[in-house]
């Protein structure tokens, strides 16, 4: 053979290498800079059809711009009562205080004036923001506090939606860099561990870091023009899941080399054989999950919108890079990639797996039958888990100023207290619904808007419609405020005429809740259908797939049972995000599927040659410590959510990483194969397995063993591994 096709071969990975390289280095910087194109503005993130987001449109008749409250509370001394000496002059100080900051650029609207508290211990003002302070919103605050602290005499706390949304900037603070270095590190160590060659971890990362560069760039450009929202929760996913799957995919197309490797001498070939007989898995497995989180386009909450698009991009970035840096690095390597370790067609781990293989053949109905059963016990608190949004002194994992005040603000004045909830409704019907208002049980006071803005002036009626603010007796974040929002919306419908609509936080909170409930009933149903047919086109079959949805269902319903358990006994969590066990679901039934893929694709394979029972054992066998591997590699990079300081990303780390871990190492290490192999050829059905086409392999394996259904655990079938 002439030199010049030889030559002509080394062509094609050099150039894909040199491709990815130019890609890192263009644009890997915009992993760092998601930053720049985020809004953690919640206000941006609101049901679409929610009676709350209509009244947000309203309000603007009434002001110009939406305002972000921010809520300063002076304490005085202890025991400085009402009448106490130097009440009066601090009260006087604190209006002075207020009114010098009416002038300032980061304030919109009016400033109201200083209010000394019943018991005479404390002393607040509302400062209305502009809600598009952005990075300007901390100095802004910064400027309020220095005006605050001329009081003397009194400690100054910052409350308010102003206050929450700075803490939670401050906790988004450095995500790109902390979380990519926490997730790299945590990757890079488990697969040096797994590997025990100095190359190939490199590789493995370097192919995700590049996923991660092209993701972050697109996603950037796209936000850049409006086209998708990113807030921090968002860019935080997105980093882990592109990391974790790249890795995954990685895992499986390397451990297939190597086998491949083993076997013949030709590098070229190995990575040809290696790349027929896995990008089929790897795609059909990218596809669940990209398709999973495009479904999110169905709900009606923008933040979930946002995620499925940016997530699928991640996924699409990241298969990209596995199906085409990484064949060409490992092609250029060879087996120098796998250096030190020693190269052969098994592994370390093979001998664990042989033994897992023996016992789902020695017994599989025993096996099935007792993690089925573990599983429900899990599921069975699945119910237990309150998904009713969480208050604010939960949302951040460590102490926020932000809480600290909004506690004193809730000792001193009534809960509602300048985070009023906003009715606006049409301007004949004020008295009444005024009326309707105050006799709501959970309402501390109403007050219409005024031309004036002073208490007690002429109403300010706008295209016929009136505002009034409802001061609530709870905390506006609190389950109280919630029902008495309910029961508001009862009483002020009910008027006559009126055409009333409640908004405000607490209604936000509350719409948001419900929203979330109606996304899950549309979006749970709509992902298993798009699992389904995926599972159906790669194994050609209608029962296995619909035997791998159970299992990966179940096991995330035994997820959030233990999760509940977890929540409240150990981090002392009331309840969660309303949108955590949807993210949840998502996240564990598309990356469970993944592991069965991965798993099952290789069964079918060997079943094709060597019969079901045989094929369940090998592939059982042959991918056991990859998928092992790669559910690691997974758990550990979505725990490193756990380092932002946000209840909602420690919540998701937790059931994802939890969850992977049990379905990697229960669901599809034993439920899965002791079904498939106490089934037999029937759980192909109707495909060439499900009508006996291997039964003459399923002889052959049962002659091998001297008796069907007992190997034992040095059968030379199962030993061979291939």
Known sequence: MSTTPRRARWLVPVLLV?????????????????????TND?????????ESTEVVAAQRAFRQNETLPAIVV?????????????????LDAAG?????LADDRGVSGDVSPALLSEDGEAVEGVVPLRPDLGDELAPTLDRIRAAAERVPGTTVRLAGPAATQADLSDAFA????????VALATVLVILLLVYRSVLLPLVIILGAVFALGLACAVVYALADHDVVRVDGQVQGILSILVIGAATDYALLLTARYREELAARTDRFAAIAA??????????????TVA????????SDLTNNRALGPVGAIGIGCAVLSTLTFLPAVLVLLGKAAYWPARMTAGGAGHGVWRRVAALVDRAPRRVWAVTLAVLLAGAAFAPTLASKGVPLDETFVNDAPSVAAQETLGRHFPGGSGNPTVVVANADRLTQVLGAARDTEGVASAAGATASGRPGGEPLVVDGRVRVDVTLDSAADGDAALRTVARLRTSLHAVPGADALVGGYTAQRYDTLRTAERDRTLIVPVVLAIIFLILTALLRSLLMPALLVATVALNFLATLGVSSLVFRHVFGFSGTDPSVPLYGFVFLVALGVDYNIFLMSRVREESLRHGVREGVLRGLVTTGGVITSAGVVLAATFAALGVIPLAFLAQIAFIVAFGVLLDTLVVRSLLVPALVRDIGAPAWWPGRLGRGGDKAGDEAGDKASGKAGDVAADEPSVRTGT
């Open 291 to 298: 398709l999973g989180l495009l479904a999110l386009l169905l």
């Open 274 to 287: 290696a790349l027929r007989k896995s990008w089929g898995a790897v795609v059909a497995s990218a596809a």
């Open 74 to 90: 002076w304490t005085a001394g202890i025991g400085a009562g009402a009448g106490g000496t130097g009440i009066e002059d601090r």
């Open 96 to 100: 002075r205080a207020l009114a010098s």
């Open 18 to 38: 040199a491709v990815w390289l130019g890609v890192g280095g263009v644009l890997g910087p915009f992993a760092g800079r998601l930053g720049e194109v985020a």
């Open 174 to 181: 450095g995500i790109d860099g902390l979380l990519l270095a």
């Open 42 to 50: 919640q206000a941006a993130f609101l049901p679409r059809s929610a």
